[in-house]
């Protein structure tokens, strides 16, 4: 069973503009959410997290938002450059393991 | 952030023999090292979880008798396949717990790539 959801497979933005990548959750113990980013043949870099006690972390052009009720979460890149077009993948952890979901493939066109 | 190393990055072999990957974590220790699978168009598959000085502990469905980890090391977990078929070629990526932000984040190596022929 998909605990994390991405259900989006592909999102195409152009360049400069607002990408928005979404994730939903099932398990109400999640308590720290991650976003990873994966260029193929490469491992996931590590993005940006977020611990339920906050709704919001920005970094740079990245902020995730966390909305505990609607049990989802999202990534903005603003702006939204070419470099990175990449897979994004969303995890929860609400202890020992982290579970991923499917990944958003991101590409931003020029 | 922390650094994770896989060694090799791209391995071909011929179908029987074993393969071995080795994950380090450079600049931190790691009591949990995680190997995941991933094979194309498709998400991260959590195979085992590697315990510093313990048995791995396994997912359903993936057998520990053909994935062998080894986590001697607070900085080395390692990988084998045995008697590698053309089926377990796959991308495998192993990951090292570091604290990062307060909390406990996964840090991934680069990936290996195994081709059997």
């Known amino acids: 069973d998909q605990q994390v959801k991405q259900n989006s497979p592909s999102l195409s933005v152009q360049e400069g503009r607002i990408s928005i990548l979404n994730c939903d959750y099932t398990?109400?113990?999640?308590?720290?959410f991650l976003w990873y980013k994966k260029y193929p043949a490469e491992g996931p870099t590590f993005l940006i997290s977020?611990?339920?006690?906050?709704d919001k972390n920005e970094d740079g052009r990245f902020t995730v938002f966390l909305n505990k009720s609607a049990k989802h979460l999202s990534l903005h890149i603003v702006p939204s450059q070419p470099g990175d077009s990449a897979v994004y993948f969303c995890a929860a952890s609400g202890g020992n393991q982290f579970y991923f979901g499917t990944g958003t493939s991101l590409t931003v066109i020029p | 952030g922390a650094v994770v190393s896989q060694h090799p990055s791209w391995v071909i072999c011929k179908s029987g023999t074993s393969v071995k990957i080795e994950c380090r974590s450079l600049d931190f220790q790691a009591t949990t090292m995680f190997w995941y699978r991933q094979f194309p168009k498709q998400s991260l598959m959590l195979m085992a979880t590697?315990?510093?000085?313990?048995?791995?502990t396994y997912e359903q469905g993936v057998e520990k008798d053909k994935f062998l980890i080894n986590h001697a090391s607070l900085t080395l977990s390692t990988l084998t396949v045995t008697s590698a078929h053309p089926e377990d070629s796959s991308f495998y990526i192993c990951?090292?717990?570091?604290w990062g932000e307060g909390r406990e984040t996964q840090y991934f190596g680069p990936g290996t790539r195994l081709l059997v022929l």
């Open positions: 977020i611990s339920s006690i906050k």
């Open positions: 590697s315990n510093e000085g313990s048995k791995a």
């Open positions: 398990n109400s113990m999640f308590d720290y």
């Open positions: 990951s090292a717990r570091d």
